[in-house]
């Protein structure tokens, strides 16, 4: 993160750099991107912004000279591949996994003042002196957390690494590693070549997400009393009816269905199984 920029309209945006070397958080990683990579990542998220759906944006790709060691399809074949690094966008880069390492930690006066300033400055329609500030909170990443995921889904789109590092708090899609679009409708298509297990699958992402809040939950428990643990709960019982109302709301868009009618549901899911026999 290398600052936060103003424009002309009075937006704010924290501009980070994509590949420009080792961080304290880099692990056992070099901290550096490669050409093919960088470009997919700044082509992807200004696609997806000009689709309408909520992601972190690129300001500029840069090639470096440096050669950086790559084995892309994670089959022991490493190769020498162009560096890059890509200047991205976003109103703010935190996480659902920022607050859970603070939580599984111990670190509740921290944890608490890192949300106390994401609501303060994201989340304006939350007042601070409000004691139910933290549900109010939750609720908002719950319902655009499954908003953002039909958004994916409308379009075909599936994130390659669904774990909560990879989930902005902002509910935009961020972190443009491993991601594919359909070419035809598959709901065990994976963009991942590393993920055996089909785990991020694109027919699985609207349940990752779900563990991914209820991850979330577990973060934000030791600063709820009981009865805002159990509405918290209560709030997440509601994803799965949250996403299929938008999924279907967006389908029915898709396909000119206009008002109500109970068969619309059955006309959608009998559509995408014919597709998928196609």
């Known amino acids: ?26 692990r056992n990683g070099d901290g550096r991107a490669v050409l093919r990579s960088s470009v997919r990542e700044f082509l992807c998220s200004e696609a997806m912004h000009y689709l309408g759906i909520p992601t972190s944006r690129a300001a500029s790709l ?8 790559r084995d892309q399809f994670y089959n022991g074949n490493i190769k020498k591949e162009r560096g890059a690094i890509v200047l991205r966008l976003a109103k703010s880069w935190f996480r659902i996994g920022s607050l859970e390492i603070l939580a ?35 609720c908002t990443v719950m319902s655009e957390t499954a908003n953002l995921i039909s958004l994916w889904m409308s379009v075909g789109f599936a994130h390659g690494v669904c774990n909560t ?35 991020y699958k694109i027919g699985n992402q609207a349940n990752v997400g779900l563990f991914n809040l209820s991850k979330l939950l577990q973060a934000l428990k030791p600063l709820l009393d009981p009865r805002q643990k159990q509405l918290a709960s209560q709030i997440l019982e509601g994803y799965g009816e949250h996403y299929y109302s938008r999924f279907t ?5 898709k ?23 196609c």
């Open 104 to 138: 599984h930690s111990g670190e509740l006066d921290l944890l608490r003042r890192l949300l106390d300033f994401i609501i303060q400055e994201h989340f304006p329609s939350i007042a601070m002196n409000d004691s139910n500030r933290y549900l109010e909170f939750f």
């Open 249 to 253: 709301e967006l389908f029915k868009t």
């Open 1 to 26: 993160l290398i600052g936060v920029y103003t424009n002309r309209h009075g937006e704010r945006w924290e501009l980070q750099l994509k590949g420009s070397g080792r961080t304290p958080y880099s």
């Open 62 to 69: 840069v090639v470096s000279d440096d050669d950086v060691w």
């Open 255 to 277: 396909l000119g269905l206009l008002g109500e009618n109970e068969n619309d549901s059955y006309l959608i899911a009998f559509l995408l199984k014919v597709s998928l026999l």
């Open 165 to 199: 590092d990879n989930f902005s708090l902002l509910s935009i899609t961020i972190d443009y590693g491993p991601f594919g679009f359909m070419d035809s409708y598959d709901p065990n298509f994976v963009p991942n070549t590393s993920d055996d297990e089909r785990r």
